[in-house]
């Protein structure tokens, strides 16, 4: 990269990136003019100066040309630079914006990237702009951009790391008191050690409730903030999707019955595959969740694996809920967004299931896809790699 040291702190300008030509007087002669381009191979141009105000500028290809003619000594040698200087060149001054520059000479003055222009600060000349300062200027920009989205990048990651720190210590801080809160306003409800009155044993349930929908909370907000730092680990075992789901009828039966929404296991064969069976559990959990506590009283939600066509592993979850079209399928994949509905504003939520299965789901090298209408339902399918069906196989 290009940098430059800008002299006494102060901004870098045009100026910073040109080059340093010594300027010419009106009175100088050609032939001296002359002498001096043939000294010198680099020099592109010369600016015209009196008492400091520019005056115009001598391009080096058309004054040698004009003097190489056959008269063009006797012509101009003893002339002064004025007569075959462009009187009126390109000038900017010190503090105009690179992209300003770059519109200009794009936009009307093409010739300033060959013959160069002048650079003035306060009307007075300070030196002569060329195409390579142009990209000297561009380079410097491009340095401090990167300079700047390092840092931006750096300070990043330190509070990533600060934020997975502090959601470590909040794991055990808020999930152990919470289990206690939970346990104890349990052994209340049930009146574990003696009968009490049936008021407070409502109020324990509700405690209990109350527990149950912080903990769960808490518990999507810490796994996300693993799947944001990358730290989503595969603990893998060859196991039956049939029985996961079983399962997780087993645990969400309760929850459904209380809402009355039937929860069905659809019949069907077995569904072995490699993966891990805790996120599996998890993303049937979230997925069959959200379809129970968005069906209403009388409906149904059925969950469904099996092997496709091609011999990959695949779980569903369909429900008679309110639905979604695209656009609410968009928010409801995106993390902490919700759909704003009357149904969705009855339940309370991080918003943060959905973005989880479909975390877990690509970790495993699948995906997750909806398929939804309002007013009649969402089917969320799970569908895992063929591999991972073959290697169940394989084990088995």
């Keep these: 990269m290009y940098s430059v040291a800008v002299p006494g702190g102060r901004a870098p300008g045009l100026d910073d990136f040109a080059d340093r030509v010594t300027p010419v007087g009106p009175r100088l002669l050609c032939q001296d003019l002359y002498r001096r381009f043939s000294a010198d191979p ?3 141009s010369v600016p015209v100066v009196d008492g400091g105000m520019p005056l115009g500028l001598v391009h080096r290809g058309d004054f040698m040309m004009r003097l190489a003619h056959h008269f063009g000594r006797a012509l101009y040698a003893k002339k002064p630079v004025t007569v075959l200087m462009d009187p009126d060149p390109l000038t900017l001054e010190r503090t105009v914006a690179l ?3 770059k519109a200009t000479i794009a936009g009307s003055r093409p010739c300033a990237l060959i013959k160069g222009f002048i650079i003035t600060d306060g009307g007075r000349y300070a030196a002569l702009g060329t195409a390579l300062s142009l990209i000297r200027h ?10 700047e989205l390092a840092a931006a990048l750096d300070a990043a990651r330190r509070a990533g790391a600060a934020k997975s720190a502090f959601l470590a210590t909040m794991s055990h801080e808020l999930r152990t008191p919470l289990n206690a809160v939970i346990g104890f306003s349990d052994l209340i409800a049930e009146q ?10 409502g109020y324990a349930r509700a405690i209990r409730e109350g527990g149950d929908h912080l903990l769960s909370i808490v518990t999507d907000v810490l796994d996300f ?12 075992e ?7 789901i079983e399962r997780a009828a087993r645990i969400l039966g309760p929850q459904s019955a209380r809402r009355q929404v039937a929860l069905d296991v659809v019949p069907g064969g077995p569904a072995t595959l490699l993966a891990d ?3 599996t559990r998890q993303m049937l959990l979230n997925l069959a969740g959200n379809a129970v506590k968005f069906t209403p009283a009388g409906g149904h939600v059925r969950l469904s694996c099996g092997m496709d066509a091609d011999g990959a592993a695949f779980f569903a979850v369909a429900d008679e809920g309110c639905g979604m079209d695209e656009a609410e399928i968009e928010i409801a994949l995106q993390p902490f967004r919700q759909i704003d509905n009357g149904l969705t504003r009855l339940h309370e939520g991080t918003g943060l299931g959905l973005p989880l299965v479909k975390a877990y789901a690509e970790a495993h090298g699948g995906t997750l896809a909806l398929a939804s209408r309002k007013g009649a339902g969402t089917t969320a399918r799970v569908a895992f790699p063929e591999r991972r069906s073959a290697a169940a196989e394989r084990a088995a």
């Design 42 to 44: 680099d020099l592109l």
């Design 99 to 101: 992209e300003s520059v």
């Design 138 to 147: 561009s380079l410097a920009q491009a340095e401090q951009h990167a300079a």
């Design 192 to 201: 574990a050690i003696g009968p009490i009155d049936e008021g407070y044993v």
């Design 225 to 236: 903030a693993k799947v944001e730092s990358g730290e989503v680990e595969l603990h893998e």
């Design 238 to 244: 060859v196991f039956d999707l049939r029985e996961e």
């Design 277 to 279: 069976p805790r996120l």
